[in-house]
């Protein structure tokens, strides 16, 4: 089974550009076509209900297992810094990997001592059906989850009436461990790129303020670090409703689309003639490949 997650979230292999977030990134951005097409090794770390705190440590885990990751992809969303409802208890789908050093420390702290060592000696408790699932995908090689169906608005009133009583919430504890993980991968030399995935208007317009101010972090952060860029995907997108398999996640049509964005945004993202642009000029620049951004990130010169 570990095996399996392991190839999964390709955890097995020497990635140079990592995905990390939750299930806007597994339904949003396909990591096999970004591989593909920009031709270097590319994994994607992300599961349903991954927090900020969890995405800390995944991070870690990776970085420790494949010191070869020069580029973070990381999803980012208004709803990053609510530690409440799904993700609450999201550290359980890590239990698997309580034999791993990294993610050992991260349960200790987390989980109740009947958990933790329950799970240590009665190894099927550390699955649960996501984390099956997880596994064997992994195993059957169908990485890539696609949505076929689109949303129906009509079916969507009361979930938003519920989204509009709860707003958005801006949890100051998750804000640490997100912009803990910037200063992490940035201090090793690790360019991260926050890509706001979209969600639909309607989910959008439930308290525009408290969205703001989550949104100016995410700015604010790449302002402020020249390694790290903010892209939000969610302006010119939100609007187009045949592409969202519900409110909150893509279809396969919203994947491609959103996909081929960041394609051509990493290769042109950083440098023309060894300038960096800033990331709302990316559309206008002019990159050959991927591989001269991550020449430079190792430290190699950059021909031409």
């Given at each position: 089974?570990?095996?399996?997650m392991?190839?999964?979230?390709?955890?097995?292999?020497?990635?140079?550009?990592?995905?990390?977030?939750?299930s806007?990134?597994?339904?949003?951005?396909?990591?096999?076509?970004?591989e593909?097409?920009?031709?270097?090794?590319?994994?994607?770390?992300?599961?349903a209900?991954?927090?900020?705190?969890d995405?800390?440590?995944?991070?870690?885990?990776?970085?420790e297992?494949?010191?070869?990751?020069?580029?973070?992809i990381?999803?980012?969303?208004?709803r990053?810094?609510?530690?409440?409802?799904?993700?609450s208890?999201?550290?359980?789908?890590?239990?698997?990997?309580?034999?791993?050093?990294?993610?050992?420390?991260y349960?200790?702290?987390?989980?109740?001592?009947q958990?933790f060592?329950?799970?240590?000696?009665?190894?099927?408790?550390?699955?649960?059906?996501?984390?099956?699932?997880?596994?064997?995908?992994?195993?059957?090689?169908?990485?890539?989850?696609?949505?076929?169906?689109?949303?129906?608005?009509?079916?969507?009133?009361?979930?938003?009436?519920?989204?509009?009583?709860?707003?958005?919430?801006?949890?100051p504890?998750a804000?640490?461990?997100?912009?803990?993980?910037?200063?992490f991968?940035?201090?090793?030399?690790?360019?991260?790129?926050?890509?706001?995935?979209?969600?639909?208007?309607?989910?959008?317009?439930?308290?525009?303020?408290?969205?703001?101010?989550?949104?100016?972090?995410?700015?604010?952060?790449?302002?402020?670090?020249d390694?790290?860029?903010?892209?939000?995907?969610?302006?010119?997108?939100?609007?187009?409703?045949?592409?969202?398999?519900?409110?909150?996640?893509?279809?396969?049509?919203?994947?491609?689309?959103v996909?081929?964005?960041?394609?051509?945004?990493?290769?042109?993202?950083?440098?023309?003639?060894?300038?960096?642009?800033?990331?709302?000029?990316?559309?206008?620049?002019?990159?050959?490949?991927?591989?001269?951004?991550?020449r430079?990130?190792?430290?190699r010169?950059?021909?031409?």
């Amino acid at each position: 089974m570990k095996q399996g997650m392991a190839r999964y979230y390709g955890l097995d292999k020497p990635a140079q550009i990592l995905c990390v977030g939750h299930s806007h990134m597994v339904l949003g951005i396909d990591a096999e076509r970004l591989e593909r097409e920009l031709g270097v090794p590319v994994a994607k770390y992300a599961t349903a209900g991954a927090n900020a705190l969890d995405r800390l440590w995944m991070v870690r885990q990776f970085v420790e297992r494949q010191p070869s990751v020069k580029t973070v992809i990381y999803d980012v969303d208004p709803r990053l810094f609510d530690t409440e409802g799904l993700s609450s208890a999201s550290y359980t789908l890590f239990l698997p990997y309580m034999g791993d050093p990294v993610m050992s420390r991260y349960l200790r702290r987390e989980a109740t001592w009947q958990e933790f060592y329950s799970a240590r000696v009665i190894r099927t408790t550390r699955f649960r059906d996501q984390t099956i699932n997880v596994a064997l995908r992994g195993l059957l090689g169908r990485v890539e989850n696609k949505k076929t169906s689109r949303m129906r608005v009509e079916d969507l009133q009361g979930f938003l009436e519920r989204e509009a009583a709860r707003g958005i919430r801006n949890n100051p504890d998750a804000r640490g461990c997100f912009l803990e993980t910037i200063d992490f991968l940035t201090k090793r030399g690790i360019t991260v790129v926050l890509v706001y995935i979209p969600v639909a208007d309607l989910l959008n317009a439930v308290d525009p303020e408290g969205q703001e101010g989550v949104l100016q972090v995410f700015r604010d952060v790449a302002g402020k670090n020249d390694k790290v860029v903010f892209l939000d995907y969610n302006r010119d997108y939100q609007h187009r409703h045949e592409w969202f398999y519900d409110l909150r996640h893509l279809n396969g049509e919203g994947n491609e689309i959103v996909t081929g964005r960041l394609i051509a945004d990493l290769k042109r993202l950083f440098w023309e003639g060894g300038e960096r642009r800033s990331s709302a000029d990316s559309t206008d620049m002019d990159v050959s490949s991927m591989e001269t951004i991550l020449r430079h990130r190792s430290g190699r010169p950059v021909e031409g």
